[in-house]
């Protein structure tokens, strides 16, 4: 076999996704997973879905038993990555629901033991965040920051609260495994 890849996933969070994906765009050996919302929103923000294609293999939320879940299994990922990641999904981690391709995707990273990083959207009070239009401010609840919170102490996980910390926790993690 191939050297194990690193699976990418993006949900419906639009926090800093240019960002996110610029750097996506300069890594090798990885595989992007978009939940529904996910696609959405990289519409949303005009992002050509078709062309990031030709950068990556890309997954879609199509299946009910989310399919692509068994590679982990077959040791084909040495990482997993959600970035950025809803409070959504965040409480679906968080109580152990794996009902979407990316919810199932980090579950079974977890039961194989693989590490995952987490990026989420909510982390403080007050942030600022990106919309389609630029700049914004958000307040997230109390319940989406218990969320983020809880989530911090799950095995196997790292969480990062911005852009850079992401890019050095992926690059800290590709220097591991190699």
């Not at 990289?42 to 038993?65: E, H, Q, V």
């Not at 965040?90 to 990026?119: H, P």
């Not at 992401?166 to 495994?177: S, T, Y």
Request: hydrophobic letters at 40%; glycine letters at 6%; a negative charge.
């Amino acid at each position: 076999m191939e050297q194990p890849r690193l699976a990418w996933a993006i949900t419906g969070s639009g926090h800093y996704i240019e960002e996110c994906l610029e750097f996506i765009l300069t890594l090798d050996n990885i595989d992007l997973y978009l939940s529904s919302a996910g696609e959405e929103v990289l519409k949303m923000y005009g992002i050509d879905i078709k062309k990031l294609t030709y950068s990556m293999p890309i997954y879609r939320d199509k299946a009910a038993s989310a399919p692509p879940v068994g590679l982990f299994y077959k040791n084909y990922y040495h990482t997993f990555v959600m970035a950025p990641t809803t409070s959504n999904t965040i409480a679906k981690c968080v109580l152990g629901i794996a009902d979407t391709l990316v919810t199932n995707l980090y579950a079974q990273a977890g039961k194989c033991r693989i590490s995952s990083i987490v990026y989420p959207c909510d982390i403080y009070p007050a942030m600022e965040t990106t919309a389609p239009g630029g700049k914004v401010m958000v307040y997230p609840r109390k319940i989406d920051l218990e969320g983020t919170a809880k989530i911090r102490k799950l095995e196997y996980t790292q969480v990062v609260e911005n852009v850079e910390d992401l890019i050095k926790a992926v690059n800290q993690r590709l220097e591991f495994v190699a």
